[in-house]
């Protein structure tokens, strides 16, 4: 039964081009679902099934009630704990700011578009805020009556204002004289003061004041200001909320009023960003732009504390524009990102145990004090890394550095998709610039919420004198490729680096992702073609070794679960392993439905969105599904065939749906040499072991913690540790 492969026709006129996961915060962006039509040789088998693609954006919230299920987990450090509530937060944040703006974007142009969930937009939005307010309920439960009791036993004290005593807020008085007042502005509402715009995210004070000559009462909002710590320290390990302080000093700012009332808010609004690309050379005015309007989006979401007066609430709903199902009222204190900062204090015993990664076997020089040659090792051997337990900084970044000072080398080609800050991959590539190499840098500025540090280093590589390129349009560059051309008394030798994360040093020491820099020639001229078509008019589309989207990557992955399908006919071995961020694409879920028909074990390992219902009878029998989450974020992909007793893997940096296979340039390479392919053999083992902790996906869309008492991430830190020389 042969599967043709016809890409999804998808209009992205006037839609939003999809971004990425931000650092640590895995909420998806807007996609485009559009109504599925299955190749007619799946008709008989699947099609039957018209409920078996779960809801996208539903079973982004139920990722979401795992990571607050850590939370919850009171086996774990206490202080891990409070940081997964402020994960929780960051993620839930950059839902609504992208998911439900986009829902509701669908809803008020009347596209009535049911999803391959068969859900209506409509019907989607109205089971978020059914979803949504259980969950954000249940997060702010759990930090009033287990975190910060919990907290409180360690001498670590969250506490409000009425808590403190007459010393702590005479200090908070002299704190609030002199740092905080200087900095508020207080925003009344009458008629010569339009109600103010309320900034995304930003939380705010609502004021009620009287003239006590006139009797008028006044509405005026005081905006907190975010530049100081979200929990203010005490002392002795005691903190109370910013807004806690400056509420109980208002009389300062609104001198001669009587003060009323005080109400904590915070809006979300839409900071979707929709581009013009017909202009290529006007993009990135264009996206600078955009990026002023993204401050004015639409709101999307109104909390409010608990206790909010009636006429105030309605106050605001009127003046904002947002409905009842947009109102969230919680128990204090909001925005709960803020413990991050608890989370950052130096109470080791209540953390994770201190993790170091290590230099790469492959990486480490034994006798010598000085670095290891990256170049010199590359061609003995192929070097798989596994960060965060390999060395970023030791492997990826020492290989950019060397190349930069590298009298032989002469050219150095790269993506950035994003990076840190002071990156140090930004200053090999200056530094490799000034030295006279040739640099090119595809650098895409439409990541998601790094659009104005991408345009940063995009002109300080210019002003460097490297070739920089913003890829090509109406599509994202999010491959991740570094290639350097040297000069070798045999030849030009190229040397890549494929990963399945991004060039940024500090996200790889919390990010899970996989990486090979190698020597192999088909590899090095299939990345070489690639990087030509990114920075030029070539539109070479034929690759050895590399799957690439748009043009191949579908239609890859689905001749390979096709070919198992073979083998297992045939009664040679065969199976399908998958490790990924997302699956959606209903291709390839289709594909992997009839791989279990025909008695293939598919197993797959989604941290986040999984569409592909499993344990249906005489659909997906064959079909396991589980999640791992923990102290780093699962975030490498992985593609693993068994072909017949030679397995074949895959890596790279494109996920399973529309936007990764049909609106972005992705790369996966098919990973040179057999212990490579062993390695990752032997980490899928691990990860699908029925020992392992993980979360386990049920034909009813419900995630279940297993009982395995093998922390995955843990075990290979472990492992790491062992390999340590004198361990």
Known sequence: MALEIVPNAVDVDGVTLNGDDHDGHPAEPYDVDVTYEPDESMLSSITGHTDRFLDRELSWLRFNQRVLELAEDDTLPLLERARYLAIFTSNLDEFFMVRVAGLKRRIAAGLAVRAASGMLPREVLESIWT??????????????????????????????????????????????????????????????????????????????????????????????????????????????????????????????????????????????????????????????????????????????????????????????????????????????????????????????????????????????????????????????????YDSFATSVQRFLEQAAADPHVLAIKQTLYRTSGDSPIIDALVDAAEAGKQVLVIVEIKARFDEQANIRWARKLEEAGCHVVYGLVGLKTHCKLSMVVRDEPEGIRRYTHIGTGNYNPKTSRTYEDLGIITTNERIGEDVAHLFNNLSGWSRNASYEELLVAPDSLRRGLVDQIHAEIQHHRAGEPSGIRIKANSLVDEKLIDALYLASQEGVKVQLLVRGICALRPGVPGLSDNIEVRSILGRFLEHSRVFWFENAGTPVAWIGSADMMHRNLDRRVEVLVRVPGEESVRSIGRLLDLAFAPTTSAWDLHADATWTRNDGAVHLQEALIESQRRRRPGS
């Not at 008085?173 to 002199?178: A, M």
């Not at 206790?307 to 106050?315: C, G, R, T, W, Y």
Request: glycine residues 4%.
């Open 131 to 388: 979803h949504t307010r259980e969950l954000s309920e249940r997060h702010a439960r759990l930090f009033r009556e287990e975190i910060v009791p919990a907290l409180k036993e360690h001498e670590i004290e969250l506490v409000r204002w009425d808590d403190l005593d007459r010393n702590e807020q005479k200090e908070c008085k002299r704190l609030f004289q002199d740092r905080i007042f200087p900095v508020l502005t207080p925003l009344a509402v009458d008629p010569a003061h339009p109600f103010p715009y309320i900034s995304g995210l930003s939380l705010n004070l609502a004021v009620v004041i009287r003239n006590p000559k006139s009797g008028t009462e006044h509405f005026a909002r005081v905006k907190v200001p975010p530049i100081f710590e979200r929990f203010v320290p005490l002392g002795n390990a005691r903190f109370v909320p910013l807004e806690d302080v400056i509420g109980a000093h208002l009389k300062r700012l609104f001198p001669g009023m009587e003060v009323l009332e005080v109400h904590t808010f915070r809006v979300t609004r839409n900071e979707d960003l929709e581009v013009e690309e017909d202009d290529a050379e006007n993009l990135l005015a264009a996206l600078e732009k955009e990026l002023l309007r993204r401050r004015f989006g639409p709101p999307v979401r109104l909390e409010v504390e608990e206790s909010i007066a009636p006429a105030v609430l309605e106050l605001l709903i009127s003046e904002l524009g947002v409905s009842q199902d947009e109102v969230f009222k919680l128990p204090g204190p909001l925005d709960l990102r803020g413990l991050h900062g608890i989370a950052d204090l130096s109470h080791e015993e209540l953390k994770y145990p201190a993790f170091v990664p290590t230099t790469h076997a492959l990486l480490a020089e034994v006798e010598s004090a000085a670095p290891v040659d990256v170049f010199k090792a590359t061609r003995r051997n192929d070097v798989l890394l596994h960060h965060p």
